[in-house]
């Protein structure tokens, strides 16, 4: 099976730095992606890490680490609008991508 | 085009109605999904298509019967649902295992 935890709640002020982790267990593991959902809209997708190390994409980052069963979103220059729910996900050898638990983002002025 | 249209966007049925969401994408991604979330919950998947065959069934309740009627289009019939049903219904397809997933704005249902 599958399984990815993520802490349910994560609080940031405006113009700083966040980082939202993701333990998983999987079989098959074909690396992991991060989802990005607002209140109400669907996700979008924001990263996605097959290999170790950190991929950058603007103000994103995400880091993985296969040894360790562990990946992390990084956020900077945090603005009220990333205040959202994020989502780790991976999928296995078939085309089954599970969600992770979830961290609701609040970014406070 | 990198749009998932899902129809309707919102939908009221009652326990012994048949209804249907649809989706449809012209990405021409090969896996298309559909995916239940509640309230403050994560996407729960229920069925993997890929190319135009089921390929993953979660478990779900043969109250819920996906169908995928050509590589551009996914359905999901809908009968004798249960309000505990209620929830948000979204549609994503992806070119390949594992990258990019690109969801529809999804169908708020309400069973009453």
């Known amino acids: 099976g599958q399984s990815l935890e993520q802490p349910s709640e994560v609080t940031a002020v405006e113009g700083a730095i966040v980082q939202i982790n993701c333990t998983y267990q999987?079989?098959?593991?074909?690396?992991l992606s991060w989802y990005q959902q607002h209140d109400g809209g669907a996700p979008t997708f924001l990263s996605y890490n097959a290999l170790d190390g950190l991929e950058e994409t603007g103000r994103f980052s995400s880091f993985l680490s296969r040894s360790d069963s562990y990946g992390y979103l990084l956020l900077q220059e945090l603005q009220m609008k990333d205040s959202a729910s994020y989502f780790c996900?991976?999928?296995?050898?078939?085309?089954?991508?599970?969600f992770g638990t979830g961290t609701l983002l609040a970014v406070q002025p | 085009d990198t749009e998932v249209t899902q129809t309707p966007k919102h939908l009221v049925m009652g326990m012994t109605n048949k209804k249907s969401l649809k989706c449809e994408q012209h990405m021409g991604h090969r896996a298309m999904y559909w995916y239940k979330q509640k309230a403050k919950k994560p996407p729960e998947l229920m069925f993997v298509y890929s190319y135009e065959k089921l390929s993953i069934n979660e478990s779900v309740p043969s109250r819920f019967s996906p169908e995928c009627p050509n590589s551009s289009l996914l359905n999901l019939h809908l009968h004798a649902l249960q309000p505990e049903d209620s929830a948000l219904y979204l549609c994503a397809s992806s070119q390949n295992k594992n990258t990019e997933a690109f969801f529809g704005q999804g169908t708020r249902l309400t069973v009453v």
């Open positions: 996900a991976s999928g296995g050898a078939t085309n089954k991508l599970i």
């Open positions: 999987t079989s098959g593991f074909y690396g």
